[in-house]
């Protein structure tokens, strides 16, 4: 299927390291798609591209917080010094933070404002930073595809974690003006969209949905009540739409956001 086709596309996976990223740079490298594993811990960075390379990959690493446009600027002449160009970014760096969750025995006037602009800093402009460095580079060759990452707490309130859900809708307006800019003003061929994926179980999430022997907590049980599947997302499963997202397949769509949430966000729970 050629219009899927990624082969030898530069890509650039931030958070490449965590649980999602990770598995979607596994997956664009399998695509054939020559991969850059952006992360701001050296050693996981590492590890990442050696499992890349030891799977007969081509993966290079490189060291930035997405927060930090000067260590991003640093990291787009590292990737155009050593591939020429950049193809795809999937921002994936991103989370809630402990500090900014507001718990069931708290309230919104006890958040620590300063843990709230912190994280805020890390979803929205985690996002928006790297979209401006590595889309001017895509804006030189006149083509290219970003991939945001948004969540179900942009549908509707999910409690607990303010911050992240306002970052995570900025995020999703972002991307609709980012897509409308790019298009308009730089080529039809950059294009960006967003993913809001459902719940996955992964290392930021894991305690708030498992108990420690492995089972469902009260958290997660509320969760599958309203998802239609009836199950939480397996990892891979946000690939097959990274992958139409950034191939041939998706050249006409931009500024959409896709939910890959086993029908959480279209049901009532009624
Ligand atoms: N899991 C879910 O159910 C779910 C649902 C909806 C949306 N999402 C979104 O999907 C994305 C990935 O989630 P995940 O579950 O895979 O989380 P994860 O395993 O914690 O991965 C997050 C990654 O981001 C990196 N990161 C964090 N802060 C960074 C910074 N300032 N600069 C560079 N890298 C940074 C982390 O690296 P370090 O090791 O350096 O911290 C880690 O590699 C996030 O944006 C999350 O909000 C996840």
């Known amino acids: 299927m050629d219009i899927f086709d990624i082969k030898g596309k530069v890509a650039i996976v ?7 990223g990770g598995s979607i740079s596994r ?3 399998r695509a054939g798609a020559r991969v850059v594993v952006l992360g701001r811990n050296q050693d996981a960075v590492a590890r ?3 499992d890349l390379r030891a799977a007969g990959r081509e993966a290079m690493g490189v060291i930035a917080d997405v927060t930090d446009m000067r260590k991003l600027e640093s990291a787009r002449e590292e990737i155009i ?4 160009r950049i193809d795809i970014l999937v921002n994936t760096a991103g989370g809630n933070t402990p500090g900014a969750t507001v718990s069931d025995d708290s309230n919104i006037f006890e958040l620590d404002v300063e843990e709230f602009r912190k994280n805020v800093d890390l979803n929205l ?35 607990r974690v303010p911050a992240y859900s306002v970052a995570k809708s900025g995020v999703e307006i972002f991307t609709k003006w980012l897509a409308m800019e790019l298009a308009s003003k730089f080529s039809e061929k950059i294009r960006v969209n967003c993913i809001a994926p459902g719940f996955f179980i992964g290392n930021q999430n894991r305690q708030a949905l498992l108990n420690p022997d492995g089972s469902y907590t009260g958290r997660s049980l509320k969760v599958l009540a309203k998802t239609p599947m009836k199950r939480f997302g397996r990892i891979e499963e946000l690939n097959g739409t990274v992958l139409y997202l950034c191939s041939e397949a998706a050249s006409f769509v931009t500024g959409t956001v896709i939910p890959v949430d086993g029908g959480f966000s279209s049901s009532s729970g009624v």
């Open 48 to 50: 990442q591209v050696d």
């Open 81 to 84: 010094a050593q591939w020429g």
């Open 125 to 159: 402009n985690g996002t928006v930073f790297p979209s401006l460095v590595f889309g001017k580079a895509m804006a030189e060759t006149g083509s290219g595809s970003i991939i945001n990452l948004s969540s179900m707490a942009t549908y509707s309130a999910i409690s």
């Open 27 to 29: 997956c664009l490298a």
């Open 14 to 20: 931030t958070g490449g390291t965590g649980t999602l």
